[in-house]
């Protein structure tokens, strides 16, 4: 189609005036969002920071694009919708990228293109893949200005559907697909991503879990000795060895419990009542109660607290097992562990909104490694979220409305000699928000 995108296009004519359109308007580019992210990026230094443990493996004599710039070029594309590393051919010109990369606007100076991107995807280690998860771990952490009283982990894992023959990826019964199964770990009251687990996919035994688990609470107890961890995760994370850990590092939990013969004998007579005020009232019914119990792997036994609810549909009974021994059991249940669904909203905007199983590569240690640049993709957009939106009307919308009114805004560029011009469209809607972004950007 490249033969025909020169030539005129003529529309239907409107009060006697022809409609001409050609492709000759000169540096008109879409993304002018990507300067925003430039200046987000200067402030909390994510790319910096994981840059930083990517050592240099090619010949100094034949580098065009440094490590950082290479970073910094797929970050941002991410984030501005541009999710597949064969977008870089197309975008190797344009110049709102080239200044978020730190890049002349000369015309002999372009970004990295697919090739190079894919060596740069295979390239890294799994020391460096390592480093990198605790990169974003270390971030969370500096992300903070104090040590903050008390904090919520989240835990979760969702599918990245594999096809062709791909490192690792495993036959899921649940999902019915081949996939990987990432863990994705955030903090329940703000929203930020810890870190993210790349994995094969099966489901996590207690072990691994633990492992991991142990691993994210030493680097926050070395860094927050004073501050409380609640861990809340669903009924596949209640195992003995996550339950051994809590215990060891002083940590509160609420999880959920798969329901088995026993807990359901204990709560016969919860049950027998909510069937019993249902008949009677005619309206659906919702009870709460609790007792102790310890499985034959568990080392004591734990409160558990059940929820029986029973309405036109029939019974439906929930039990969750936690170390939280004061708290009124509805408070647990309802504002603590039901609240967990927020985080399926988080795990969305990483999916669906950064388009984080974009994992086709053949090399599963490239495939950790394209989790990483979505997951530091959805860091950015939080941080201009949180901090920068906090007082228009973008304070609580997905990362997708954000990227569609903020970040795909066309401008013409145009490069002079002392100073390079943006020229936005003087009808822009978001022509408030947009210096109202500035200032807060300016603000220290």
């Known amino acids: 189609m490249e033969e025909y995108t020169n030539q005129l296009m003529l529309f239907e004519e409107l009060f ?13 580019r879409s993304d002018t969002g990507v300067l925003f992210l430039r200046e987000i990026e200067k402030k909390i230094g994510l790319i910096q920071r994981m840059a930083f443990v990517i050592p240099e493996w090619r010949h100094l004599g034949y580098v065009k694009h440094t490590i950082t710039q290479l970073l910094t070029q797929r970050v941002f594309q991410i984030a501005c919708g541009h999710e597949e590393s064969n977008d870089s051919n197309s975008l190797r010109d344009d110049p709102l990228f080239k200044l978020g990369c730190n890049k002349q606007l000369d015309s002999d100076v372009t970004l990295a293109s697919q090739p190079t991107m894919c060596r740069f995807e295979n390239a890294p280690s799994r020391t460096i893949l390592y480093r990198m998860a605790q990169g974003l771990v270390e971030h969370f952490i500096d992300s903070y ?3 903050p009283d008390a904090i919520l982990l989240d835990i979760d894992e969702t599918d990245d559907p594999t096809h062709g023959s791909q490192q690792m990826s495993l036959f899921n019964a649940y999902y019915c697909t081949y996939c990987y199964q990432p863990i994705h770990i955030y903090e ?3 929203g930020k991503l810890i870190t993210s687990i790349p994995r094969h996919g099966k489901r996590p035994s207690g072990k691994e879990i633990k492992m991991i688990l142990s691993r994210i609470v030493k680097k926050l107890k070395t860094s927050w000795p004073q501050t409380g961890i609640l861990f809340r995760g669903d009924d ?88 939280l021994i004061h708290s009124f059991r509805q408070f647990v249940h309802v504002t603590i562990y039901c609240s967990r669904g927020a985080m399926e909203l988080m795990i969305k905007e990483l999916k669906n909104h950064l388009f984080s199983d974009r994992t086709s590569c053949s090399s599963f240690q490239a ?14 957009l939080h941080a201009l979220r949180e901090k920068y939106l906090i007082d228009t009307e973008f304070a609580k919308t997905q990362f997708d409305t954000i990227r569609l009114k903020l970040l795909k805004i066309g401008a013409r560029i145009i490069p002079l000699a002392t100073k390079i011009k943006i020229h936005l469209s003087t009808a822009c809607p978001m022509k408030s928000t947009f210096y109202q972004i500035y200032l807060s950007l300016c603000s220290p």
């Open 367 to 380: 495939n950790q490694f394209r989790l990483f640049l979505h997951s530091m993709a959805y860091v950015l």
């Open 16 to 28: 006697g005036k022809k409609i001409q359109v050609d492709f000759n308007g000169g540096q008109i």
């Open 236 to 323: 596949h994370y209640s195992s003995p060895q996550v339950f051994r850990c809590c215990e060891e590092d002083n940590i509160k939990f609420v999880l959920g419990l798969k329901g088995n013969a026993v807990l359901l004998k204990k709560a016969h007579a919860l049950i027998e009542k909510a069937k019993d005020l249902y008949n009677y009232r005619k309206e659906p019914i919702k009870i709460y109660g609790e007792f102790e119990y310890q499985a034959a792997s568990w080392s004591k036994p734990y409160r558990v607290i059940v929820k029986v609810e029973y309405k036109d549909k029939g019974l439906n009974t929930r039990f969750i097992v936690t170390n």
């Open 145 to 147: 200005k104090k040590p």
């Open 188 to 190: 329940g009251c703000s």
